[in-house]
């Protein structure tokens, strides 16, 4: 990023008091990774389509946990967007999937299910969750513990994929990890 730009847009997240990160505003017992490492989402505008895609996953994979574990869910799928190897909008990363020896494997394993009976209270806070990481305005603090993940699996749960990967953390009932 240009310096003068830099600049500007760190004028700007002080003035709003958001994106603290991109300035150097936060400080941490341990210091975060350099900031190449966080990519940080900035869409060009938040659709309502993305939205409601977040919020579908942050319900459907950690809807009981606490706020720190259903941030760290959806900036798994942020950190997806903003890697090549991933599609490269929200709904994208959340729809993923392949057809394996004819079987459908999904990324996000809701998106493969029926849907099920919500609980709106917990919908709700989901889609509040969702609005407030796609204009990142979500809490800081959690970019120290995720970093980079681009993987998670509910705690009870051994995939094979884990043992190719790096364990960045555990939140609540989640491990996530990011590549070697």
């Known amino acids: 990023m240009g310096h003068s730009l830099r600049k500007i847009l ?12 991109l300035c150097g505003e936060i400080h941490h017992a341990t210091p975060p990774p350099p900031f190449e490492s966080h990519p940080i989402f900035i869409p060009q505008k938040i659709n309502t389509r993305d939205v409601q ?34 599609p490269n909008s929200v709904c994208g990363v959340i729809t ?12 996000f394993s809701f998106h493969c299910e029926p849907t099920r009976k919500v609980n709106f209270k917990i919908w709700h806070e989901s889609h509040d ?23 998670f699996h509910a705690s009870y749960v051994h995939p ?21």
């Open 53 to 86: 895609c977040l919020t579908r996953a942050i319900y459907y994979e950690a809807g009981r946990e606490s706020v720190a574990g259903k941030e760290a869910v959806a900036l798994v799928i942020v950190n997806r967007v903003v890697n090549q190897r991933y």
């Open 10 to 21: 760190c004028g700007l997240v002080l003035l709003l008091g958001s994106m603290g990160i």
């Open 129 to 151: 969750l969702a609005k407030r990481v796609l204009t990142n305005t979500f809490s800081r603090a959690i970019l120290s513990q995720v970093g980079d993940a681009k993987f």
């Open 96 to 107: 993923q999937s392949f057809v394996i020896n004819e079987k459908r494997i999904c990324q």
């Open 160 to 180: 094979s994929w884990a043992n190719h990967k790096k364990r960045v953390v555990q939140i609540d009932h989640h491990i996530f990890y990011r590549d070697e």
